[in-house]
Antibody, heavy 120, light 107 residues
């Protein structure tokens, strides 16, 4: 059974860089059939797509976050990562990683999510 | 950027009711539309993809329809487990956008 698990600091200071890693188990991140993505949800609010990456390293970002986001993949560790720079309180959210089949462009498997709070 | 508008934002209904949620795209997205269900403290769960295809394991009381710019999610007979928030999501040119969500509450 495929599992995704987010990890990283739960507290980040304003202006610093948020860094999260998603570890994939039960399946290979190198499969040509899937993209891997990050989605976030501020407390009490809706979902926001951050970006996606293919195992080859091709990336696709939300235009509203593009200048601050970097998503990378480490196929040797079966992991992909998110970096969000210059964070503010508005970046406080539950961050989810997810798998997206290429042929249907949806998130069919999700991690449990991790809350990241931006505060000094 | 493509914007997604869901309606209503909140819906009060009783067990057994037929429920319909609408999602409108700011431009045509063909059938690249998905629906998710989310319960408090949990990750969203995929219900419908490509506008009308039911994800494996999802009860048949859930159905989706539409194409172009207007889409609907229908729950044919609302069950206690269905009280949750529902989101639509579009895909276009490698980017995604979610609707703002529809909370289905107990009447």
């Amino acid at each position: 059974q495929l599992q995704l698990q987010e990890s990283g600091p739960g507290l980040v200071k304003p202006s610093e860089t948020l860094s999260l890693t998603c570890t994939v188990s039960g399946g290979s991140i190198s499969s040509s059939s899937y993209y891997w993505g990050w989605i976030r949800q501020p407390p009490g609010k809706g979902l926001e797509w951050i970006g996606s990456i293919y195992y080859s390293g091709s990336t696709y970002y939300n235009p509203s976050l593009k200048s601050r986001v970097t998503i990378s993949v480490d196929t040797s560790k079966n992991q992909f990562s998110l970096k969000l720079s210059s964070v503010t309180a508005a970046d406080t959210a539950v961050y989810y990683c997810a798998r997206a089949p290429r042929n249907i462009a949806v998130a069919d498997y999700w991690g449990q999510g991790t809350l990241v709070t931006v505060s000094s | 950027d493509i914007q997604m508008t869901q309606s209503p934002s909140t819906l009060s209904a009783s067990v057994g009711d037929r429920v319909t949620i609408t999602c409108r795209a700011s431009q045509s997205i063909s059938s690249w539309l998905a629906w998710y269900q989310q319960k408090p403290g949990k990750a969203p769960k995929l219900l419908i993809y490509k506008a009308s295809s039911l994800e494996s394991g999802v009860p048949s009381r859930f159905s989706g329809s539409g194409s172009g710019t207007e889409f609907t999610l229908t729950i044919s007979s609302l069950q206690p487990d269905d009280f949750a928030t529902y989101y639509c999501q579009q895909y276009n040119s490698f980017t995604w956008t979610f609707g703002q969500g529809t909370k289905v509450e107990i009447k």
